[in-house]
């Protein structure tokens, strides 16, 4: 996976709560087996109309909204286990999505694919929307290692809680399996002291 450590981008505004997994990516487009073609039907249902024209009111399809992190309402994720909303979300383009509670299996589904969900303060979800809206210009900056998201601009900031886990794989780039191979050195030592304390029991 990419390493994340900071980003300082421009956002997207979802200001829309309880947005659930089958609105994310709805059902009928799970068929698919690669992960990059996701992003093309993100919000399917919301970005475009019967006729598969671009709604022009819909947050992403407006040219003044742009960047790596999606800010949405509170209860994001909720629905469905499917990963695909995850996959969706990163093949799209977004690195980060902000809100004030995500679904648990949302979230754990996001930090297994690189995408960082940051949950916030109600208050700070809507000090975000309002200068977003009124400036898409202004630029967010999440900083992982030290938990914080923060409007420069503003100097305006609120730190954010993650696993420990999570957050050291999202900072090196590593997947589970990365993870544990980073580890193999110090775990052909661990065998190796078991097995010379074991050999040493029995010659006693």
């Known amino acids: 996976m990419e390493k994340f450590i900071t980003l300082t981008d421009t956002a997207v505004p979802l200001e829309i709560e309880n947005v659930d997994t089958d609105q994310i990516i709805?059902?009928?487009?799970?068929?698919?087996?690669?992960?990059?073609?996701?992003?093309?039907?993100?919000?399917?249902d919301w970005r475009f109309d019967k006729n598969d024209e671009p709604n022009p009111e819909f947050a992403l399809n407006k040219p003044e909204y742009k960047g790596a992190i999606l800010v949405a309402g509170d209860n994001f994720g909720c629905?469905?286990?499917?990963?695909?909303?995850?996959?969706?979300?990163?093949?799209?383009?977004?690195?980060?999505?902000?809100?004030?509670?995500?679904?648990?299996?949302?979230k754990g589904n996001a930090l297994n694919n690189g995408l960082l969900p940051v949950q916030v303060s109600p208050e700070f979800l809507e000090i975000l929307f309002t200068e977003i809206t009124k400036d898409p210009s202004v630029e967010i900056k999440v900083d992982l290692e030290a938990q914080k998201i923060e409007i420069p601009k503003k100097n305006i900031s609120e730190s954010f809680d993650i696993d420990t886990y999570k957050k050291t794989c999202l900072i090196n780039g590593f997947d589970d399996i990365d993870f544990l191979v980073s580890k193999l050195d110090a775990i052909k030592e661990f065998e190796n002291k078991k097995a010379q304390k074991l050999q040493t029991t029995k010659s006693l």
Do not use: C, M, Q
């Open 26 to 44: 709805p059902a009928r487009f799970l068929k698919a087996t690669d992960k990059s073609g996701f992003g093309k039907n993100l919000f399917r």
């Open 79 to 106: 629905g469905s286990s499917r990963e695909h909303a995850a996959w969706a979300i990163k093949a799209y383009g977004f690195k980060v999505v902000v809100s004030s509670y995500f679904a648990d299996i949302f």
